[in-house]
């Protein structure tokens, strides 16, 4: 049986998360490899994992741009959900965050939150789309906490896909947590239970990968090295310590939460807000599928944040911009150009950007 103290921290304090992951070893494929695998129904994204290399001088130079023009409106956004979180019940907060994306999030509100005084724990599980969260994970922490104090979080929605796998698996076989609510920066899909809004813009941490979230991989569950009673796998990012951004990044971005926080008021996100949103959302994604004749929705990427990880990790016929001139897209029209990815620019496009994954074969 996996409990709490099977957890680390990565690159972070001890203080601000623990992830309740187990760090294996998985040999690396390439993403052209690892990307038919997936389109051939032989192997399932989470079983496999491309080698992260570290961001070029470029990039980082792009990714120091985005945070500059960025940190405050993140500043206040954090601090206005924390605003919304602190007047819950409870005599506690337990922040579960979705790994990768929703752990820098996470750490920053569990830092705003102990600023309020609030009790704050915060942790760190997978979840896969197909696979459903960790519920080996979530069974530790319900062991050491109340249901009712647990707030999922993850950093932004993009078609909804893990917001949908999380109340799946909520639904079949974790029903004590039907009320926890998901929290995030920006809810694109209309499936968050508490958003600062639905702007697509473009959030620091989403640019980079394992430096800024605590020098994890993406999530693993592979059964050559996850057992039945173990927590979902991770390979950690040793080789990209001397890149590691994952402190500092939250150490700088709460200085802006901080400096807000005593003006700022709680956000509010209601089901007709939420209605709006997840209307514009199936529209577009069924207008993109028969504009660029994919047949699968999961290559459709939108939002900003979908499209950068789409661009970092797997294989993108093309990206859509609505406003090549903005700074929202700088790291994105690099990435393009990095990759040799085709850019369209569509003014009429909901969203910042949205990416298209390759079809490779038939299907």
């Not at 203080?15 to 129904?41: H, R």
């Not at 900003?304 to 294989?315: F, K």
């Amino acid at each position: 049986m996996m409990e709490l103290e099977n957890g680390f921290s990565g690159s972070y304090d001890p203080a601000d998360v623990i992830f309740l992951l187990k760090p294996v070893t998985l040999p690396c494929i390439d993403v052209v490899t690892k990307e038919a695998a997936i389109q051939s129904g032989q192997r399932h994204y989470s079983e496999m994992l491309a080698r992260e290399d570290a961001p070029t001088p470029e990039y980082m130079r792009v990714f120091e741009q985005a945070f500059t023009a960025n940190r405050d409106r993140v500043g206040r956004d954090i601090a206005r959900l924390a605003r919304a979180l602190a007047l819950r019940d409870g005599d506690e907060t337990v922040l579960v965050s979705l790994a990768r994306a929703g752990t820098p999030i996470g750490v920053l509100l569990k830092r705003t939150l102990a600023a309020l005084g609030r009790k704050v724990r915060h942790y760190s599980v997978s979840i896969i789309r197909d696979r459903g969260i960790d519920k080996i994970a979530m069974q530790a922490i319900l062991r050491n906490h109340r249901a009712d104090n647990i707030v999922f979080v993850d950093g932004w929605t993009g078609k909804g896909a893990i917001g949908s796998e999380l109340a799946r698996t909520i639904a079949d076989g974790l029903p004590e947590l039907a009320t926890a609510p998901l929290c995030v920066l920006s809810d694109l899909a209309g499936v968050a239970d508490l958003a600062a809004g639905n702007d697509d813009y473009v959030i620091p941490s989403a640019i980079l990968n394992g430096v800024i979230s605590g020098l994890v991989s993406r999530t693993v569950l592979n059964d050559e090295v996850i057992g039945p009673g173990d927590f979902h796998g991770c390979v950690l990012l040793d080789h990209l310590a001397d890149m590691d951004l994952s402190a500092r990044y939250v150490n700088e971005q709460m200085v802006d939460v901080l400096a807000c926080l005593d003006e700022s008021t709680p956000v509010t996100w209601n089901g007709e807000q939420r209605a709006q949103v997840a209307a514009i959302s199936a529209e577009f994604v069924k207008s993109m599928l028969a504009r660029t004749g994919t047949k699968d929705r999961n290559r459709i990427k939108p939002g900003i944040g979908e499209a950068t990880r789409a661009l970092l990790r797997r294989v993108p016929e093309r990206l859509f911009v609505r406003d090549p001139c903005s700074h929202d897209v700088t790291h994105l029209l690099s990435l393009a150009v990095e990759r040799g990815v085709t850019v369209e620019t569509d003014p009429a496009l909901p969203y910042g950007a949205c990416a298209v994954i390759k079809t490779l074969g038939d299907t």
